[in-house]
T-cell receptor, first 113, second 114 residues
Framework: NAGVTQTPKFQVLKTGQSMTLQCAQD?????MSWYRQDPGMGLRLIHYSVGAGITDQGEVPNGYNVSRSTTEDFPLRLLSAAPSQTSVYFCASTKGYAGYEQFFGPGTRLTVL | GESVGLHLPTLSVQEGDNSIINCAYS??????FIWYKQESGKGPQFIIDIRSNMDKRQGQRVTVLLNKTVKHLSLQIAATQPGDSAVYFC?????????????FGQGTILTVHP
């Protein structure tokens, strides 16, 4: 199993540009989440999904959209990038029951100029 | 706030010492608590978890203690090794349909000197 994969690893955008961060998992996990991590801080939840076709907002959803058309994929879209969205983005997945760990991808480092 | 996040607590120990990393959690309704290790440039890696109906759980070289009365969680690492150097985060979860939603603490930087 590849686990949780994210692309791209690095991205530089100009203010106002849009882009999609890709996330895929091959563990047949129902639950998938997107987090952002700012320097010297813990991760904050952006959006999450409990299954295909079902998404919900997290703590910091503004400026981001998600969709979940398949179990495997959970892309994160930045609609109009702003410098405040400069961060490292992590995707995670889990089976969704107590005692089953959440697996994190390697992250995408995004800089918005 | 942002200024607090830029000054993570730090713990510096000698190789072979025991380490204790502390965390105060925020939600008394949280059912599930997890410790993660994050090495530079990588995603968080699961270490150990504990349910709210327990007060202690042991793993390999690690022990997690939960004190619900004061909403405090600790991670004890026995015989700390240089490879344990990383940032350690606690996270909490409400359980049920919220297993995909973690609330993270700000983290502690552990440095192990050979």
């Amino acid at each position: 199993n590849a686990g949780v994969t994210q692309t791209p690893k690095f991205q530089v955008l100009k203010t106002g540009q849009s882009m999609t961060l890709q996330c895929a998992q091959d563990m047949n996990h129902e639950y998938m989440s997107w987090y952002r991590q700012d320097p010297g801080m813990g991760l904050r939840l952006i959006h999450y999904s409990v299954g295909a076709g079902i998404t919900d907002q997290g703590e910091v959803p503004n400026g981001y959209n998600v969709s979940r058309s398949t179990t495997e994929d959970f892309p994160l879209r930045l609609l109009s990038a702003a410098p405040s969205q400069t961060s490292v983005y992590f995707c995670a997945s889990t089976k969704g029951y107590a005692g089953y760990e959440q697996f994190f991808g390697p992250g995408t480092r995004l800089t918005v100029l | 706030g942002e200024s607090v996040g830029l000054h993570l607590p730090t713990l510096s120990v000698q190789e072979g010492d025991n380490s204790i990393i502390n965390c105060a959690y925020s939600n008394s309704a949280s059912d599930y608590f997890i410790w993660y290790k994050q090495e530079s440039g990588k995603g968080p890696q699961f270490i150990i978890d504990i349910r709210s109906n327990m007060d202690k759980r042991q793993g390999q070289r690690v022990t997690v203690l939960l004190n619900k009365t004061v909403k405090h969680l600790s991670l004890q690492i026995a015989a700390t090794q240089p490879g344990d150097s990383a940032v350690y985060f606690c996270a909490e979860n409400l359980g049920g349909t919220s297993y995909g939603k973690l609330t993270f603490g700000q983290g502690t930087i552990l440095t192990v000197h050979p």
